[in-house]
Structures are given as C-alpha cells and as structure tokens.
Nanobody
Framework: EVQLVESGGGLVQPGGSLRLSCAASGFTFSSYAMSWVRQAPGKGLELVSTISSLGSAIKYADSVKGRFTISRDNAKNTLYLQMNSLKPEDTAMYRC????????????????WGQGTQVTVSS
C-alpha cells in the first residue's frame, strides 16, 4: 500500500523558513518522480515543484522560484521542500504526490498523495 506522510508544517512569520518532509512507503521510491502541491483556502491546487526519480530534473512554479528548494533522499525514502523567505501568500495545505513515471516534470501523471501539512505564514 502506497503511503505518503507529510510533516514539518506550522506557523511562521513572513520572511521565515520551514522544511517540509514526506516519508514514502509501499513502493520503490527511487523509481518515481515526486511533486509538492499546495492548496490555499478557497483556491485551486497549485503545483509547487517536481523532481525526477534521481533528482536530475527539477521544476518550480514561478511563484516560489528562488525561494523554495525541492530535494529527495532515495536511501531514506523521503522527499523534502525547503521553504525560505516565506510570504503570507504561501499559506496553504502542502502535500506530496507520487507520479506514475520516473520523469514527470510537468506533474501531469500524479497518482497518489498524502494528507498534507498546513503551512501558515502570518505575523
């Protein structure tokens, strides 16, 4: 059974940082591309970032480029999202998602996702 469990969210002041983690199990993590997706209150899903199975291909949404860094540790079956210079508009539920393929830079083939972790940026 595929399981994706996010952690690391919380309340942070504008300009602060958070590191999200996604622990994966139930599949061969190193074989699949992964993504971070967020949903702000009253808004649709936004694809934040994608990373290929071996980490060689990465893409970011324009809204987070230069501030967020996606990474993965295939030995630990864990996906990360380092978020710096956080803004109030980054407030959202963040969840990790698995792709059907090893490379899925546009995040079009996501098939499993976790419950998410809440990030709130506020003073």
């Amino acid at each position: 059974e595929v399981q994706l469990v996010e952690s690391g969210g919380g309340l942070v002041q504008p300009g602060g940082s958070l590191r999200l983690s996604c622990a994966a199990s139930g599949f061969t993590f190193s074989s699949y591309a992964m993504s971070w997706v967020r949903q702000a209150p009253g808004k649709g899903l936004e694809l934040v970032s994608t990373i290929s199975s071996l980490g060689s291909a990465i893409k970011y949404a324009d809204s987070v480029k230069g501030r967020f860094t996606i990474s993965r540790d295939n030995a630990k079956n864990t996906l990360y999202l380092q978020m710096n210079s956080l803004k109030p508009e980054d407030t959202a539920m963040y969840r990790c998602e698995k792709s059907k393929y090893g490379v899925d830079i546009e995040g079009r083939y996501r098939d499993y996702w976790g419950q998410g972790t809440q990030v709130t940026v506020s003073s």
